[in-house]
Structure formats: structure tokens, C-alpha cells
């Protein structure tokens, strides 16, 4: 009966043990995570603004691209497609740096 006591005992022991390595391993990993995390959400602000900023690039080009065929009205059709392919060439640019970026 004694042996079974003391059996009993060194089994609690051992079990008050290993649960007090789960509590810290858990508090590690979750201290870990929230790190992770944190860090994440900062990357993802970063990119925000970025993407913002890349968003205000475009529209500042844009107008710049209206204002130079507003004062360079092309003489011919033909010109006036080369125009409109240029923009479309320059807006295709600017979407894939912002596309690279949002991947970085």
C-alpha cells in the first residue's frame, strides 16, 4: 500500500512538472506569435502606404499625360493612337511596380 502512495506521489510530481513545461512552452509560443504577428501588421501598413503613394504616382501621370494632349492636341488620328498606346504602355508599367511591390 505504501509503494502505491509513493507511486502516486512521484506520478503527481512528474505531472505537476510537465504541466508547468506546457504553461511555459505555451506562453513562449504565444508570445512568439504576437510577435510575429505584430511584425506582420507592420508589413502590411508599410504596404498600404506604399500602395497609396504608388496610387497618388499614377494619378499625378495620368494628369500630366491630360495636360501634355491638352497643350500637344495631336495633328492626326494616327498620332492620337500612338498617344493612347503610350499611356496604356505607361499605365501597364505602373501597375506592374505596383503588383511587384504588393508581392514584396
Not at 65 to 71: A, W
Given at each position: 500500500m505504501e509503494e502505491l502512495r509513493n507511486e502516486v506521489y512521484e506520478l503527481?510530481?512528474?505531472?505537476g512538472r510537465v504541466e508547468s513545461e506546457?504553461?511555459?512552452?505555451?506562453?513562449?509560443?504565444?508570445?512568439?506569435?504576437?510577435?510575429e504577428l505584430d511584425s506582420e501588421v507592420e508589413r502590411i501598413k508599410e504596404l498600404l502606404i506604399e500602395n497609396r503613394n504608388l496610387k497618388s504616382l499614377v494619378a499625378e501621370k495620368d494628369h500630366i499625360?491630360?495636360?501634355?494632349?491638352?497643350?500637344q492636341p495631336?495633328?492626326?488620328l494616327k498620332e492620337t493612337a500612338e498617344?493612347?498606346?503610350?499611356?496604356k504602355r505607361e499605365r501597364e508599367h505602373v501597375r506592374r511596380e505596383m503588383e511587384i511591390r504588393?508581392?514584396?
Open positions: 503527481r510530481r512528474e505531472l506546457n504553461e511555459q512552452l505555451v506562453s513562449v509560443l504565444e508570445s512568439t506569435k504576437r510577435q499625360i491630360l495636360d501634355l494632349k491638352v497643350e495631336p495633328s492626326d498617344l493612347i498606346q503610350k499611356m504588393e508581392k514584396i
